[in-house]
């Protein structure tokens, strides 16, 4: 019997390479571009022209699903609300459960007939007999994993989603693709988040759903420092752009929406011992009922770190640092590893009072 995949196809190299491989495995592969919204970048108009033409190139079905309200809802209403709360929400990892992957593997099933699904991601499946439960792993490529981005995905769509690129280095997803002779052999990777690419900025993109507001920035005493245009504008960490001088360097330590304040204070000020997190979602393994030590990535570029992971009601978790990790922000993903593999994570809520 002939294997049947949809894959998700973005107009990137990484996608074209993962239908190009299967479709060379055997599989017959049907190609599918979700139109999240107009412009510039890999997820756009630009993009699904390029995911045609491998289409054609391949002589595989091209299918374009107009996603475009799903993405307005779940992505650019869920980005304005959390940063006009003064949280700097993760908008991949929540794309990739609510608009590609699972109306994806929905679209497969119930108008393809088709069961199983694959995307360009790095990263790597297995199932485990022991637990029942397919683990998601991180790829063999360090410098391109992106688990990170998937640790919400349910164990649904990992039982039918294939990953290609995640035995290989994105050295080798190039040479493939010119061994292929694909159109997007040299098309440059995507170096933004797709709205940036598509507005320009974040600060473009901000500035057409909020208004800019005009408030203080203080330290941590209160002491009026210098105005901001927004809060909005603001990231736990951040150093540059503030535009006040002072004799050591500054970093935004709290953002308060309520007083349309930006807090500033020294490095230190702005080290976190722990925080809680909150939406989880356990992949690798069922929800810890009793604290466990793993490792934590609080960030997609952060260095993982060691963290105490103590069950709290309400689906919640505290995380306790072994030493204290600078810049913890609100909206972030903080991702469970055991090595490479991710046990689970969830959205940064605050640091624990």
Request: glycine share 10%; with cysteine; net charge negative.
């Amino acid at each position: 019997m002939v294997k049947k995949v949809v894959v998700g196809l973005s107009g990137g190299v990484d996608s074209s390479v993962a239908a190009a491989v299967l479709h060379r495995q055997g599989y017959e592969v049907v190609g599918l571009t979700l139109w999240l919204m107009k412009g510039k970048g890999q997820c756009c108009s630009e993009g699904m022209v390029d995911a045609a033409s491998l289409c054609e190139q391949l002589g595989i079905p091209h299918e374009i699903v107009d996603s475009r309200d799903l993405f307005q809802t779940h992505i650019v209403d869920y980005l304005v609300t959390g940063y006009g709360e003064g949280v700097t929400p993760l908008p991949c990892s929540q794309c990739n459960k609510a608009v590609k992957f699972t109306p994806m593997l929905n679209y497969a099933q119930e108008t393809l007939g088709i069961d199983q699904i694959a995307t360009g991601h790095y990263a790597r499946i297995r199932y485990d007999a022991t637990s029942g439960r397919y683990q998601l792993l991180r790829a063999v490529d360090l410098h391109k994993d992106q688990s990170y981005f998937l640790y919400d995905l349910s164990q649904d769509v990992l039982a039918t989603v294939l990953f290609p690129l995640g035995e290989q280095t994105k050295t080798e997803t190039r040479r493939i693709a010119t061994e292929f002779g694909l159109s997007v052999a040299d098309k440059p990777d995507s170096q933004d988040l797709c709205l940036v690419e598509s507005h320009g900025s974040m600060r473009d993109f901000l500035n057409k759903y909020i208004s800019e507001k005009e408030g203080e920035i203080v330290d941590l005493s209160g002491k009026v420092l210098g105005k901001h245009q927004g809060i909005h504008h603001y990231t736990i960490g951040q150093r540059k752009g503030l535009g006040i001088a002072a004799p050591d360097p500054l970093y935004v330590v709290k953002l308060d929406p309520v007083m349309n304040r930006v807090i500033v204070g020294d490095r230190d000020s702005a080290g976190s011992l722990d925080c809680s997190v909150t939406r989880l979602n356990w992949v690798s393994m069922t929800e810890p009922t009793t604290p466990i030590r793993c490792e934590v990535q609080v960030r997609y570029r952060s260095s993982p770190v060691v963290v105490s992971v103590v069950p709290l009601e309400n689906d919640r978790v505290k995380l306790v640092f072994d030493e204290p990790q600078f810049g913890i922000t609100p909206g972030q993903a903080a991702v469970f590893y055991n090595g490479e593999i991710l046990l689970g994570g969830g959205i940064i809520e605050k640091s624990v009072e």
